[in-house]
Structures are given as C-alpha cells and as structure tokens.
C-alpha cells in the first residue's frame, strides 16, 4: 500500500467509471447550482465545480441569487428545479444566510434529486443502509480507503467531529455492514479525546482546527484520513491550506496519511458529478448501479 493517500489517482478512476457509464448510457445529465450571495469561497467552490461539468460530459447551471433575496424566492426556485424533467440533480450552496432555515431549505429539495444527500430521507436512507445518495465528503473517504486497500472491518475507527455534513453521515456508512468498522465519533465536548485517538486503528479528522492532531495523539501504524481544510497564513504571509493533521510530524509514525491538498478534498468534485449521474439514472429509470462500474474500475487499477 502506498504511504501518502493521493486523492489524484482515486478520482482519476471514479472519472473513468463516469464516463464508462455514460457511454453506455448516453445522456447529458444536468445539475442545477444555486447559490446565494457571493462569500469569496464558494464563489471559488462553486467556480471549480462549473469548470468541471465538461469533463464529466454533464451540465452545470448556476443560478446566483442576491444575499436579500430571501427564503420564500430560495424555496420557489428549488420546487421548481424540483419538478423540471431538465433538471437531474440540484445542489444548494452552504453557507446560506443567517437568516435561512437550512433544515427547512434542505427538506425541501427532491430527494431523488438531491446532490448533496442532505434531504432527512437521504440521511435516514444512510442510517437504514439502503440505496440513496452519499454525501460527497464522506463518500470521498470510504472510495479513498477502498482505493488504497484498507478494509474497515473490525478496526476501532474514530472520527473527529459530528457535523451533518462529514462526521455522523461518515460514522453511519463505516457501520454498514459490508464496512464493519467500529466506531467512535468524538467531538467538542468529548473527555480524554487523546486517549481515544490513540486507540485508533484508522483516524478520520473532520474539525477544522489546523494541525490539531499531533504524533503524540495517534499510535504506531494508524490509517489517517484527513478532511480537514483550513486557511492559515504561510512563510511568505501568502494564504496556505493545512489539514487537522499535523502531516510533517506524523509522517513517520503513520501506516499511511491522507495530504491536504490534494487528498479527500480532490475527490469529492468526482462525486458529485458521480451522485448527479446516478440521479439522471433514476430520472430515465435505468436501474444500474454506479456502484458497480467504480468497483470495476479500481480492480482494474489493482
Ligand atoms: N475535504 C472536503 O471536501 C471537505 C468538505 C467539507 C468540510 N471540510 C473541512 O472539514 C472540516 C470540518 O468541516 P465541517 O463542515 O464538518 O465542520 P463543522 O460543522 O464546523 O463541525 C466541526 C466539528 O468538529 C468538532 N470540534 C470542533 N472543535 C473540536 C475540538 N477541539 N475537539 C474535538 N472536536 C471539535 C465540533 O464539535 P461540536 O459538534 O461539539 O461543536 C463539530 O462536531 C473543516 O476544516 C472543513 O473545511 C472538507
């Protein structure tokens, strides 16, 4: 098994799986992006992931709505994106206003159609291990491990944070069966948090604390995954992105380390367009299993 867990190669094959599938069912899948206001890292994010929509021979929109735009006109526009047959997949920006109800807005959004997997049906679907979308970011890290050749049976895996978007989501497809992970989720308020991680077979961070996990936290031969994506400010006073991990001082101490950047993050646009696929799917009532064609592509990488 390789030492540093490159996102590259990983999203290199599920872009292969993408356009395998799609060659074997011509369509032009169609994602509705809608963001609201203009916060300078989603305008980035959001940016990346139009540039991409080619690649992977789908659609993008993006529908940019002004910060006093309001709720009601959110949540009309996404029952109408909803219902279009145009549409396939719909992936509502973050972060929305203060003022918006998210758990409303997430609600609202067509499960089948929902890309980000943050309807309560998609989570509960997680929860009940049944077919349905996986949010992009915990699903980079279960395509990284199954990349990479490491099995989550019986390992005491713990997870730092508990977020709807990374650590509970993540912690409920690693106690899926076919996963068998063991699993501790850690998070603000958690005692002896060092402890625990020592006792990690596999580390998953998911803070946002740059560098918090140092080599005195983590035992000899741990898997550690990074989600972590944090701007601090470098050598040179240029803006940098770190992880939770402290990489340099882990290195050696590790089995194996994800980087940042340039691990999970980079996998995550190949998901997306991997769930808006699956979506464009559903919508022609192909009853074909994405999940299939990834397998296949990383056993040929094997
Ligand atoms: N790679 C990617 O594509 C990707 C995607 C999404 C997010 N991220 C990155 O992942 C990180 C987490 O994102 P998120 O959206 O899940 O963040 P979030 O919603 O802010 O959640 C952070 C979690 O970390 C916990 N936490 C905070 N301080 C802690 C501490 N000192 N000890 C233990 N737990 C602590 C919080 O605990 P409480 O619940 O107790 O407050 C919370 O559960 C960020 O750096 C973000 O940029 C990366």
Redesign the pocket.
């Known amino acids: 098994m390789e030492k540093v867990l490159s996102g590259k190669p990983v999203a290199a094959a599920l872009n292969k799986a993408a356009k395998r599938i799609l060659a074997e069912h011509p369509m032009e899948p169609k994602m509705l992006l809608i963001q609201v206001g203009s916060e300078a890292a989603s305008a980035y994010y959001v940016q990346s992931i139009l540039k991409n929509a080619a690649k992977f021979g789908c659609k993008a929109e993006l529908m940019s709505l002004p910060d006093d735009s309001g709720q009601d006109y959110l949540l009309k526009q996404i029952q109408r994106a909803n219902t279009d047959p145009y549409v396939h997949g719909i992936m509502i920006q973050k972060p929305l206003p203060k003022s918006f109800d998210e758990s409303l807005i997430n609600l609202s959004v067509n499960p089948d159609k929902d890309l980000d997997a943050l309807n309560p049906i998609n989570l509960g679907r997680i929860m009940a291990e049944t077919e349905g979308f996986l949010p ?2 915990p699903a ?1 890290v279960i395509y990284s491990l199954k990349y990479y050749g490491i099995d989550p049976v019986g390992k005491n895996t713990v997870i ?8 509970k989501p993540l912690a409920n497809i690693l106690l899926w069966k076919k996963l068998n992970a063991t699993v501790t989720v ?5 005692a002896n ?1 060092a402890d625990i991680c020592r006792n990690a077979d596999i580390l998953i ?5 740059p560098h ?1 996990v140092k080599a005195d936290m983590v035992k000899e031969n741990a898997v550690l995954i990074d ?4 701007e601090i400010t470098g050598a040179e006073g240029k803006a940098i992105y770190v ?2 991990m402290d990489y340099k001082a882990l290195y050696d101490k590790a089995l194996a380390l994800t980087p ?1 950047p340039g ?6 646009t190949s998901l997306l367009y991997l769930n808006l696929i699956k979506a464009a799917l559903i919508a022609k009532g192909i009853n074909k299993s994405v999940d299939e064609y990834i397998d296949l592509v990383f056993v040929e990488n094997t």
Do not use: E, K, Y
């Open positions: 992009c970011t980079a730092l944070g508990r977020s709807n978007v990374v650590g850690c998070h603000s308020r958690t948090l961070s998911a803070i946002g604390i918090f989600v972590g994506i944090n992880g939770d940042v691990g999970i993050g980079r996998i995550t």
